[in-house]
């Protein structure tokens, strides 16, 4: 919408400013006005039915989408068929080699004694292999992560150790940091202090049977030990017979193997600009998926939302900047797909870059690393989102794993957070189905991003580059 | 209480009546009185921790106690202890024996074609089983039960039939009865019709990607095929598939088998009565569970409530009817335990039957097939039930499996229906565990069957025989 530049600020009155209580003047200062056809399009978004039909056809006709997968392939060329159809230009794969992918055995576990049963569990990605008819060890229980630290070199020898470290929902989704050290490096830290292998409650906010996958990593020289994701239920379940006095013997079968190079891709299209030169708006979320799901909150609603928003874009007019519109090939097992697109891209200008990776609920809030220069595009931001239930947060933005290579060279971001009350209920877990998105929450998703691409598409200012978040 | 029955009705005036509205006169009609200790019985029962702890124990300490299994074997040994450290009387197993006994094989389920992807299902009691390799067929779909019905004779020849038909919750329950029948009787009407097999969506309320286990049953002369309930979530994709338009192909292996003879047994307990001329009140619920949960709605809660129930009337002091209670061991696989209940206890006076096998949510109805002679005391219930939220239903009580050959006999019966609207989100999953009880509703339920209790224990009335509900 280039008509806007040629506006007066003065005559932009944004009517949602009018009768603001004094302690908004913060978020939404009395100078930032926006165009009435931003506040149009944003409010047309909030009928949208494109974003749910990319979630309801990449869960229905792909479903799981492990990296390096047949599927995944086919999701690529499900993702260029879509994407043409939808009328995006350049639309094309850029492949890239994925090396020594981890794939999922056979995993079972069962509690022999005291009181023999049956447990849910899942492998973690990077999780070393039993014999193939497993192992049968002592358990060395730990209440949480922090107890796993203090318990003394050596002492895990000959045993599973069990960390039943218990993770609440936050609405910035900050305990998945906190409690989630328990899988990122638990079993690295296990098998430095001898365990034979591990198992740890999931990192999840939900109490059902569906385990919660992920990776963990091991350091360099540390051999990967069998290390596995009980369902929160079973925790919880092994966690009381620990607690009832008895030694307790569990049987622990995991089969993973290591498969040499395979093929992944970025999947890229775009809406063109009038102004090569302003430099090019990298938005997205991944392809892949985790293997137990359909990949609906994690991550085609990612893909769905910032493809929605960019085709809105696209159909009412043309803009400055270039939106390109990336469905990244490999997120979950270590962020291949970003560090591919930014090699492939590195010397372009960039003028800003933001991704959906945290599901499909609202948006509460956003957070920009925009420098002083572009403070009034930031206010702008504030005024415009605000009706839609977002607030600007007193934070700094530029978070990702897929826009992450490129922020890291000093690409300025912004971040639309959404709600993870939820998110962890679901995540990495068989749940993760069409199901679990509200078609009303998605559509407040694209209009928040429509808003954010029209300012941004059009913006006056220049953004960048920015001194890195760290 | 055997003082009850020395007080005078008129001294009786539950004050729970006095600012009635005339609404109300019909389910509490004012001449019905209640002695206030029974309120203060109920009311106590409100804080129960016994019920709880049961629910526990059997869930972490037994686990899935599948019919004729080891681990059942292992629940009666614990109820025994149990029911003797809680200090009832009389307390044995019943042994018998259960024939032909249905065994869980694996069980896998893959679309091969238009859109290939992992289904998540779980194979009926009774299913026959594939080829070990599994069977490669397409798929005739079917919106509902209905549909299947309709379906030609031989058109199914060479197919696997896919009955998707959806249960919404009732509070009484009732959908079950009416949407149920897809499970149990779909199977062997698609295979009079020349099906190879079956699949149908779970018979349940979520939309989750556990399965709902459960039996079906073939007519005499039907061979039985394989047969399978897939997860809600899983046959909503499904069944989009198919509405995409293509021919849907799915690859299917179940391999159950079919055990020769095995031990159950009931486990039997007892409050001795002063009046044994006055009959027995048999109440109780079932130990066995479906294997894919821990069985703790299903029934872990309904043999606690009753047990926690009857021992308040047992520390409260004598009584003149002897209250037994019984955690029957077989009633998901076809009710044998209350077969072989009914077999070893023929000829026995029994006062009133009543089975709690719904769950532990709230009690929110009661009814009862009472005779007119008895109105009294189903009056004097209403009275003492309304105040934990409990209305009297206008049909006619005498439900239950365990105690159904009992009350076939013309024993009379009070149901105390606990709510049914999240029963069948969890109901035969793997989702049945310790997690999906409300302590607070399990007190409720403790709090009105003792309060039933307190009420018939010691009744005047001469309750039976009556004519069995059809």
Redesign the interface.
């Known amino acids: 919408m280039t008509k806007l530049r040629a506006l007066a600020p003065s005559l932009l009155l944004a009517s949602t400013l009018l009768a603001a209580p004094a302690f908004a003047q913060r978020t939404a200062p009395a100078a930032a006005v926006v165009d009435p056809a931003i506040a149009k399009l944003r409010d047309a978004a909030l009928t949208d039915d494109v974003a749910y039909d990319i979630v309801?056809g990449l869960?229905?006709?792909?479903?799981?989408r492990p990296d390096g997968s047949?599927?995944e392939e086919?999701a690529r060329q499900w993702a260029v068929a879509k994407l043409k159809a939808l009328g995006f230009k350049n639309v094309r794969i850029e492949p890239y080699a994925l090396q020594n992918v981890w794939v999922r055995g056979a995993e079972t576990a069962e509690i022999l004694s005291?009181?023999?049963?049956?447990l849910?569990l899942t492998a973690l990605g990077n999780s070393g292999a039993t014999p193939p008819e497993g192992l049968t060890l002592p358990v060395a229980y730990f209440a949480s992560f922090n107890d796993l630290l203090l318990a003394p070199a050596g002492s895990l020898t000959g045993k599973i150790a069990f960390v039943s470290n218990a993770m609440q929902p936050t609405q910035d989704g900050s305990s998945y940091g906190s409690q989630g050290a328990a899988r990122f490096v638990g079993p690295n830290i296990a098998a430095t202090k001898g365990a034979a292998a591990i198992v740890i409650r999931s990192i999840g906010t939900d109490?059902?049977?569906?385990p919660h996958a992920g990776n963990t990593n091991f350091a360099p020289g540390v051999t990967p030990i069998p290390a596995a994701a009980l369902s929160v239920?079973d925790a919880?379940?092994l966690e009381?017979?620990v607690k009832?006095g008895k030694p307790v013997t569990l049987h622990l079968t995991l089969t993973p193997t290591v498969a040499p190079t395979r093929l992944s891709g970025n999947v890229v299209a775009e809406v063109p600009g009038t102004d090569p030169a302003a430099g090019t708006i990298l938005i997205g979320g991944h392809l892949d998926s985790w293997d137990l799901?359909?990949g609906a909150i994690d991550d085609a609603s990612g893909v769905a939302i910032t493809t929605a928003a960019a085709k809105r874009l696209m159909d009412a007019g043309k803009h400055r900047r270039t939106i390109r519109v990336v469905w990244f090939g490999d997120e979950e097992t270590g962020g291949f797909g970003g560090i591919a697109y930014a090699k492939a891209h590195a010397g372009e200008v960039h003028a800003l870059a933001a991704e959906s990776d945290f599901g499909a609920d609202r948006v509460w809030r956003f957070e920009t690393n925009l420098p002083e220069t572009a403070k009034s595009l930031a206010d702008r931001l504030a005024v415009a989102l605000a009706p839609i239930g977002i607030v600007r947060g007193s934070g700094v933005g530029g978070d990702g794993t897929d826009v992450g290579p490129m922020l890291r060279t000093g690409v300025p971001a912004i971040d639309l957070n959404q709600s993870g009350l939820r998110y962890f209920d679901w995540h990495h877990t068989?749940?993760d189905?069409?199901?679990r998105i509200d078609p009303e929450q998605l559509r407040q998703n694209v209009a928040a991003w429509t808003t954010m691409l029209a300012l941004v598409a059009d913006a006056p200012e220049t953004m960048g580059p920015v001194t890195p978040k760290k």
């Open positions: 309801e869960t229905t006709e792909i479903g799981p047949p599927a086919r005291p009181y023999p049963q049956p849910r109490h059902g049977r569906g239920a919880e379940n009381r017979m009832l799901g359909t068989p749940e189905t069409l199901d």
